[in-house]
C-alpha cells in the first residue's frame, strides 16, 4: 500500500523557518516523481516544488523561488522541503504527492492531476 506521509509543519512568525518531511512507503521510492502542494483556506490547491526522480531536477512556484528549497533521499524514502522567510501568505496546508506514470527526461508536474498518490497534508501557520 502506498503511503505517503507528512510531517513538520506547525505554527511560526512571519519571518521564521520550517522543515516539512514526507516520508514514503509502499513503492519503489526513486522511480517515482514527488511534489508539494498547498491548499489555503477558499483556495485552489497550487504547486510550491516538485522534484523528478530520474534527473534530479526541480521546479519551484515564483512565489517560493528562493526561499523554499526541496530535497530527496532515495535511501531514505523521504523528500523534505524547507522553508525560509515565511510570510503570512504562505499558511496553508502542505500536501507531497507522488507520481508512479513514467517521469520524463526534463519533465515539469506542476499540477495536481500530474500526480497519483497523495498524504494527508501538514498545516502550516504563519503569524504576522
Known amino acids: 500500500e502506498v503511503q505517503l506521509v507528512e510531517s513538520g509543519g506547525g505554527l511560526v512568525q512571519a519571518g521564521g523557518s520550517l522543515k516539512l518531511s514526507c516520508a514514503a512507503s509502499?513503492?519503489?521510492?526513486?522511480?517515482?516523481?514527488i511534489g508539494w502542494f498547498r491548499q489555503a483556506p477558499g483556495k485552489e490547491r497550487e504547486v510550491v516544488s516538485c522534484i523528478n526522480s530520474n534527473d534530479g531536477s526541480v521546479y519551484y512556484a515564483d512565489s517560493v523561488k528562493g526561499r523554499f528549497t526541496i530535497s530527496r533521499d532515495n535511501a531514505k524514502s523521504t523528500v523534505d522541503l524547507l522553508m525560509n522567510v515565511l510570510q503570512p501568505v504562505d499558511t496553508a496546508v502542505y500536501f507531497c504527492?507522488?507520481?508512479?506514470?513514467?517521469?520524463?527526461?526534463?519533465?515539469?508536474?506542476?499540477?495536481?492531476?500530474?500526480?497519483?498518490?497523495w498524504g494527508q497534508g501538514t498545516q502550516v501557520t504563519v503569524s504576522s
Open positions: 509502499g513503492f519503489t521510492f526513486d522511480d517515482y516523481a
Open positions: 504527492a507522488a507520481r508512479s506514470r513514467p517521469v520524463y527526461s526534463g519533465g515539469v508536474y506542476t499540477e495536481v492531476h500530474h500526480y497519483d498518490y
